[in-house]
C-alpha cells in the first residue's frame, strides 16, 4: 500500500471482540438500532477502509522506532456520490483540528464527494487520493483528521493514493470493521486504545416508514478519567486500579510522549430523514451531546467536528443549466421533500445515541497496540467493564 496504484482484494470483517451491546449495555431506552447497529444500516451508504502497521516494536533505536507506521483511512459516501449531491451541514463542538471541504459544504449546503477519515499527518496524502479517484472532476475533496502521534511519528506519506484506492475498493453497505481499522488505525481513546466505530437508530415517522440515523467516528479524544459508560464513571475505576497508567514494555520510551487527553473525534451522521442544510448542520451538532455523555468534549486541544448529510433523493430532478452565451441564466427550480423542524427531536436524540454507542464500540473492538514512543496502549478491559457496569446496576 501507499507505494503504487494497484488495488487490493477486498478485506472481511473482523471482529473478535464483543461490542458494548454484546454484554448488555443499553445507550438510550426510547430507540432501537438498525439490523447491523451501522451507518451502513442507512439506504445507499457505503464505507471502505485501508489500513496498514509495519515496523518493529522491538527495537530500541530511536530512528528504527520512528519508521514504525500505524495508518489508514476510511472512506464514507454513496455509489453515486460525485453524479448526485447531497444536503449537507457541519457542526463543532471544538475546532482543533480539521475539515478541508467544509467552507463549501457551509456555502452550497451539499457533499459533492466522498469523505475522508485519517491521521493529522496523512490529510495531504489522502486529499490527493481523492483527487485521483477522479482527476478530470473540478474537486474540492473532504478530509477530516484526528491527532496520530500518540502512536504514530509524524513521517512523510505513511499512506497514498493506493490506500485511498484500496479503500474504494472495499467499500460495502454490510457490516464494517471497527477498532484498530481504517483512519482508526493509530488513534487512542481515553488512555487507551481507539479507532473506528459505529451505531444506527431506527426513528418512526408519521406516515409508519421508520427512517434510520447512522454514526461512524474516528475515536482518539478524552482524558482517562472522564471515560463514562451507561452513565457510570469506568474511567475513574481504571484509573484508581492503575490501568490506564503508562507501559513500556519493549522500550526506555526516549521519544516525548503526547498528553493522554490531546487528540480529536471526528463524527459523519448519515440519515435517509430528508433533511435541509440547515437541518443537516443541526443533526452533526447533536454529536456533541454523545461525545459529552461519554465523558468528552472538554479539551482545548480536541478538535471535535460533525458531518451530517442526507440520503433522501428530491421529489424532482434539477435541471441543468443551460450555459447561453452572452445571456442571463435562467433561474430553475426543483421540488423537495423536508422534515418538520418542530418534529426533529426523535433525529437529534437519534444522532447522540448512535454517536455515543459508536465511540463504545471502537473502545470495545480495539485491540491493544504498541506505537513508536514504546508505549503500549491497552484495550478497554471488557470483563473488568462489565464487572463495574455490574455492580452499579446498569447491566444485567
Same mark, same amino acid.
Given at each position: 500500500?501507499?507505494g503504487?496504484d ?9 471482529m ?44 530500541t ?19 453515486d456520490?460525485?453524479?448526485?449531491p ?16 467544509s467552507?463549501?459544504i457551509? @456555502? ?5 464527494g ?21 482527476p ?5 475533496p ?6 496520530d502521534?500518540?502512536?504514530h ?6 499512506i ?14 454490510g457490516?464494517?470493521?471497527e ?6 488505525t493509530a ?11 459505529t451505531?444506527?437508530r431506527?426513528?418512526?415517522?408519521a ?7 447512522g454514526?461512524i467516528?474516528?475515536a482518539n479524544?478524552?482524558t ?6 451507561s452513565?457510570?464513571?469506568v ?19 526516549k ?12 463524527v459523519v ?6 433533511l ?7 443533526v ?7 461525545i459529552?455523555r461519554?465523558?468528552g ?8 467536528i460533525?458531518l451530517?448529510?442526507?440520503t ?5 430532478q434539477p ?10 441564466e435562467?433561474?430553475?427550480?426543483y ?5 418538520n423542524n418542530?418534529t ?8 447522540a445515541?448512535?454517536? @455515543?454507542e459508536?465511540?463504545?464500540n ?5 485491540? @491493544? ?10 484495550s478497554?478491559?471488557?470483563?473488568r ?7 452499579a446496576?446498569?447491566?444485567?
Amino acid at each position: 500500500m501507499g507505494g503504487g496504484d494497484q488495488v487490493p482484494p477486498q478485506r472481511a470483517p473482523t471482529m473478535n471482540r464483543p461490542r458494548a451491546r454484546d454484554i448488555g449495555i443499553q445507550i438510550g431506552d426510547l430507540l432501537s438500532p438498525g439490523p447491523l447497529n451501522s451507518i451502513t444500516d442507512v439506504p445507499r451508504i457505503i464505507v471502505g477502509m485501508a489500513d496498514k502497521i509495519e515496523g518493529d516494536v522491538s527495537s530500541t533505536d530511536e530512528e528504527e522506532r520512528k519508521k514504525i507506521v500505524r495508518a489508514g483511512v476510511t472512506l464514507i459516501g454513496t455509489a453515486d456520490i460525485e453524479k448526485v449531491p447531497l444536503f449537507a451541514g457541519v457542526g463543532t463542538l471544538q475546532g482543533s483540528g480539521e475539515l478541508t471541504g467544509s467552507h463549501f459544504i457551509a @456555502e452550497s449546503g451539499q457533499l459533492t464527494g466522498y469523505i475522508a477519515i485519517t491521521g493529522t499527518s496523512q490529510v495531504g496524502a489522502a486529499y490527493h487520493g481523492l483527487v485521483q479517484l477522479n482527476p478530470a472532476a473540478i474537486q474540492l475533496p473532504i478530509v477530516a483528521e484526528t491527532y496520530d502521534r500518540m502512536t504514530h511519528p509524524l513521517a512523510r506519506d505513511p499512506i497514498g493514493t493506493a490506500d485511498v484506492r484500496e479503500a474504494r475498493a472495499n467499500m460495502t453497505d454490510g457490516k464494517l470493521r471497527e477498532g484498530n481499522v481504517g483512519g482508526g488505525t493509530a488513534m487512542v481513546s481515553f488512555g487507551l486504545k481507539g479507532g473506528t466505530g459505529t451505531s444506527s437508530r431506527l426513528v418512526p415517522s408519521a406516515n409508519g416508514k421508520d427512517f434510520v440515523v447512522g454514526a461512524i467516528i474516528q475515536a482518539n479524544h478524552g482524558t482517562p478519567v472522564d471515560l463514562t459508560i451507561s452513565g457510570v464513571q469506568v474511567g475513574k475505576v481504571l484509573v484508581q486500579e492503575g490501568y490506564t497508567k503508562p507501559w513500556f514494555p519493549t522500550h526506555d520510551a526516549k521519544i516525548q510522549q503526547p498528553k493522554d487527553g490531546d487528540g480529536s473525534i471526528i463524527v459523519v451522521i448519515a440519515t435517509d430523514a430528508p433533511l435541509l442544510p440547515h437541518q443537516c448542520s443541526a443533526v452533526a451538532r447533536r454529536a456533541g451531546v454523545g461525545i459529552s455523555r461519554g465523558g468528552g468534549g472538554v479539551g482545548f486541544f480536541s478538535g471535535d467536528i460533525f458531518l451530517c448529510f442526507s440520503t433522501a433523493a428530491p421529489l424532482t430532478q434539477p435541471e441543468p443549466p443551460r450555459y447561453e452565451k452572452g445571456a442571463i441564466e435562467p433561474v430553475s427550480v426543483y421540488s423537495v421533500e423536508v422534515v418538520n423542524n418542530e418534529t426533529l427531536d426523535a433525529i437529534f436524540r437519534a444522532a447522540a445515541d448512535a454517536t @455515543e454507542e459508536a465511540i463504545l464500540n471502537a473502545l470495545f473492538a480495539a485491540d @491493544e497496540l504498541e506505537g513508536f514512543t514504546g508505549r503500549k496502549w491497552r484495550s478497554l478491559p471488557v470483563q473488568r467493564v462489565r464487572e463495574i457496569l455490574k455492580d452499579a446496576g446498569r447491566i444485567k
